[in-house]
């Protein structure tokens, strides 16, 4: 039996002269720098339009899926959301944020803004507030030679102002420097020396009574849920793991690794955070709208949604982590910013859940003429 798609009910309750007003509403949204849940995008237009303003939405990201005034990442979270069957939900009047969410996030940030006032949140600042800005040019010059590099420096300064000294094998970088054609800097890991401080060793750390058998079904629905490639490797001691479009690989759509050397809970914990950023649609949307693309948010927004994820998975597996410290970073002295989409993390969060304890079946590819808006 197949769900109606949300036209049809625009069929039945015309209005065109909503249309606009819908249309208004969206895009401000999108401009405000919000890329809310269709949960949440949907209460924004019955709020500002009215109840029968529902009737239009559909079609309005239809259009909007296809309107070159928005930018490609607006276009693309419009067309994901009007393919995803969350549409489809929320229109039917299911898929509300769990309530209990929302209080368990304003623990965490109550949490973030306590540790502020501790002594390793301000060990922590002054470590990296000691490294010099570089362009964002040797930036990438760095991050091309050692994509895991979390913290780098020259000899010099790594004696001076860090009382660390160069491992006997280190292997230097190069980048561009005034009045020298090449400096070389050393990554942190080519280092030794005074001790580092505990926020930053520490920063990914998740620990609590364990069951392998968590981490191992959450990689396997991944691989055959998700079509999401898992790889344990090594990475930098500052780069606990990261998320990437797979490129094709293997048949994958997204690429996730995970820095081999952390014990299962915290590899754990650190799984939950990357898969939250593919899932709440950090990174683009796949063909099949199988998560949202909400590719344009800012960089304190991403992080807090992936590390409120993966704090409330933690708890539920009555597991404890450095979440505090890591959105202490992100946060700030500033409110909760309202681009964070709470009902996208709720719902993300219980996804991520059922992964860690069920054995799910792979997901089903849409058919070709299938609800989504042409490339």
Not at 31 to 47: F, H, Y
Not at 273 to 284: K, P, Q, T, V
């Amino acid at each position: 039996m197949t769900t109606p798609t949300p036209t049809s009910q625009s069929e039945l309750f015309p209005d065109a002269k909503l249309f606009e007003p819908v249309k208004a509403v969206v895009v401000a949204l999108l401009k405000s720098g919000r890329q809310p849940s269709a949960w949440e995008l949907l209460n924004e237009v019955e709020t500002n339009v009215g109840m029968k303003g529902r009737f239009e939405l559909a079609a309005v990201l239809e259009h909007l899926a296809d309107d070159k005034d928005l930018t490609g990442a607006h276009r693309a979270y419009c067309a994901s959301v009007r393919g995803s069957e969350d549409l489809a939900e929320a229109l039917r009047g299911s898929g509300a944020p769990e309530k209990e969410i929302k209080s368990t996030i304003d623990s965490l940030l109550q949490q973030s803004r306590a540790y502020r006032g501790s002594k390793e949140f301000q060990d922590m600042v002054s470590f990296m507030g000691s490294f010099r800005d570089y362009a964002p040019f040797n930036n990438m010059l760095v991050r091309l030679q050692n994509p895991t590099c979390g913290f780098y420096a020259t000899e010099p300064d790594w004696v001076k102002r860090f009382e660390r000294k160069l491992k006997e094998d280190a292997r230097p970088m190069l980048i561009l420097a005034p009045m020298h054609p090449v400096m070389l800097v050393f990554d942190l890991d080519q280092t030794e020396g005074k001790p580092l401080p505990k926020e930053i060793t520490e920063f990914a750390k998740f620990e609590g009574a364990w069951k392998s058998e968590w981490l191992g079904r959450m990689v396997e629905n991944a691989r055959v849920h998700d079509r999401i490639r898992v790889d344990f490797k090594k990475l930098s001691s500052t780069n606990a793991g990261f998320a990437t479009i797979a490129a094709g690989e293997g048949g994958a759509k997204m690429r996730i690794a995970i820095h081999d050397e952390l014990d299962e809970p915290s590899k754990f914990g650190v799984l939950c955070h990357e898969l939250a950023h593919i899932h709440l649609g950090h990174l683009g949307s796949d063909k099949d709208h199988w998560w949202p693309s909400r590719s344009e948010l800012n960089h304190r927004t991403i992080e807090i949604e992936a590390e409120a994820t993966a704090f409330i998975v933690a708890l539920r597996f009555g597991l404890k982590g450095a979440s505090a410290r890591y959105v202490s970073r992100h946060l700030g002295e500033k409110p909760m910013p309202a681009s964070v989409s709470l009902d996208s993390v709720a719902k993300v969060a219980s996804r991520l859940e059922k992964m860690a304890r069920e054995t799910l079946k792979p997901r089903r590819e849409k058919k070709a003429g299938g609800a989504q808006a042409s490339e």
